[in-house]
């Protein structure tokens, strides 16, 4: 995943929490702000220190970032995704992480398909 689809300022996660809307399910809320300007989607990710360890962390964010990349042709472009991992994702594998963000963003009605 490139730099540039990455929301790293505070700004900007602070106005994805305000403005967007949120969808949930029991490992993951996904916030999303819609950018008409935008030409691709960029993504936040937040995995607290109750999750685990710094390695447990890293590996969360991993696996979520892969699954956005193999879901990126579903996925609709005008978005700003902020994903805040919960509890129940530090003990998932990438299939059960994958299936449950796309559980999440069907309720969100993001997926092309």
């Known amino acids: 995943m490139k730099k540039e689809n990455r929301v790293k300022k505070n700004k900007d996660f602070q106005e994805a929490f305000?403005?967007?809307?949120?969808f949930a399910n029991r490992q993951f809320v996904v916030y999303l702000l819609k950018k008409e300007e935008q030409s691709h989607f960029r993504i936040g990710l937040s995995?607290?220190?109750?999750?685990?360890?710094?390695v447990k962390r890293v590996q969360i964010k991993r696996y979520i970032r892969q699954a956005f990349l193999e879901l990126e042709e579903e996925l609709r472009n005008e978005y700003d995704y902020v994903v805040i991992a919960?509890?129940?994702a530090a003990d998932m594998d990438f299939h059960e992480i994958k299936k449950s963000l796309m559980h999440v963003l069907k309720i969100a009605r993001v997926l092309k398909k």
């Open 18 to 22: 305000k403005k967007g809307k949120s």
């Open 47 to 54: 995995v607290s220190k109750k999750l685990g360890n710094a």
């Open 86 to 88: 919960r509890k129940p």
